[in-house]
């Protein structure tokens, strides 16, 4: 009896795997068929406008003189207080802010050290430690070197001083 229920059982699981198992040669007919049927439909469906291809002509450049909006600098106002500097005038360039005046005064020497005249301002409204690379009497010129920095401090700011 046991082996009858066994030879059931194999023979139903060999039928069950030989019944899900697909067909290469049914693939391929499906993929013919449809070819076939793209074929038709690109025959029917004759090409009646020719692409329109137009000439390539070549205009010689003219100079174009691009001028700084400084009206679009956005600049931050804030209330500051000169820690450790010889002194800030209306705009300043802002390369790095810190809650720790220990931090701050490491990039002070960081940048000291490169040549540049590094101050340390503190905005006691945020508790925050600003490391002023540069500081500046116009506009202008804070944008100018503000933006000379941002090839080493991509973070820089400009700040005006209230």
């Known amino acids: 009896m046991k082996k009858s229920i066994v ?9 069950t795997f030989t019944g899900c198992k697909s067909s290469e040669s049914a693939y391929r007919k499906m993929y013919e068929k449809a070819q076939a049927q793209e074929n038709a439909h690109a025959q ?9 291809v ?3 002509t070549e205009k010689p450049a003219t100079q174009t003189t691009v001028v700084d909006n ?6 931050r106002s804030e209330n500051v207080q000169l820690v450790n500097g010889s002194g800030l005038q209306d ?4 390369v ?12 002070q020497s960081t940048l000291k050290s490169e040549g540049y005249d590094a101050q340390i301002a503190y905005n006691p409204g945020n508790n925050m430690y600003r490391v002023i ?5 116009s506009k202008a010129d ?3 070197s503000r933006n000379q920095f941002r090839s080493k401090y991509p973070d820089a700011w400009l700040l005006f001083k209230k």
Not at 44 to 52: D, G, L, R
């Open 54 to 56: 137009a000439p390539l």
């Open 7 to 15: 030879l059931c059982a194999g023979l139903c699981m060999v039928l």
């Open 142 to 144: 804070a944008v100018t």
């Open 133 to 137: 690379s540069a500081t500046f009497a």
């Open 44 to 52: 029917e469906q004759p090409q009646t406008e020719a692409p329109v």
């Open 96 to 107: 790095g802010s810190f809650s720790l005046k220990a931090n701050a005064e490491g990039l």
């Open 91 to 94: 705009f300043s360039v802002v």
């Open 70 to 75: 400084l009206d679009n600098v956005s600049v």
